[in-house]
């Protein structure tokens, strides 16, 4: 026998491999389209995990700033805080800020007068004086007559904000 004859298969040992590869074309598919469907189901059950998680989050959200817009309509109302706003006396106001902070947990509580100017910061006496007027559509609503509320980013935090005009009793 030299090298170049052929290597003859049976017909059996034909058939047999035949339907070997078969077998394994149609066992690699039923794994594949069992993948395919396994993870279509999980990435179904992710999405609804995450839209319920995200209704969950954002009536948290809204609750707590429905929350803080009584707390600090509440403030605004106050009697004793329009004639302070209105003659700008800043440390008064700064020690209500203070006081009101440290009652209600807030971690901001600050006082402007009609035009923007910071009257009082609990938390950054240093920002008496400077202006917010333009620094936020929120600031610039409240300074329009009406309640608003946002996100404010102050020393790298990120704050939920209610802003609330001073009424007149």
């Known amino acids: 026998m030299s090298m170049q004859q052929a290597v003859r298969f049976s017909i059996r040992t034909k058939l047999f491999v035949f339907v070997l590869i078969a077998f394994a074309v149609l066992i690699g598919a039923t794994v594949w389209q069992i993948g395919n469907q396994a993870q279509a189901v999980s990435n179904q059950a992710i999405n609804r995990a995450l839209a319920q998680s995200s209704v969950v989050l954002e009536t948290k959200i809204e609750s707590r700033f429905n929350s803080i817009l009584e ?96 009424f007149d009793n």
């Open 71 to 166: 707390v600090a309509t509440g403030i605004a109302r106050d009697g004793r805080i329009l004639p302070l706003v209105y003659e700008g006396a800043a440390e008064t106001l700064q020690d209500q800020s203070l006081e009101f902070k440290k009652v209600l947990d807030f971690d901001i509580l600050f006082f402007t007068d009609a035009e923007g100017t910071v009257l009082a910061r609990s938390d950054r006496p240093d920002a008496i004086g400077q202006n917010i007027a333009g620094k936020a559509p929120f600031f610039d609503q409240a300074l329009n007559g009406s309640p608003a509320q946002g996100y404010f980013q102050s020393q790298g935090k990120l704050f939920q904000i209610v802003v609330v005009p001073v």
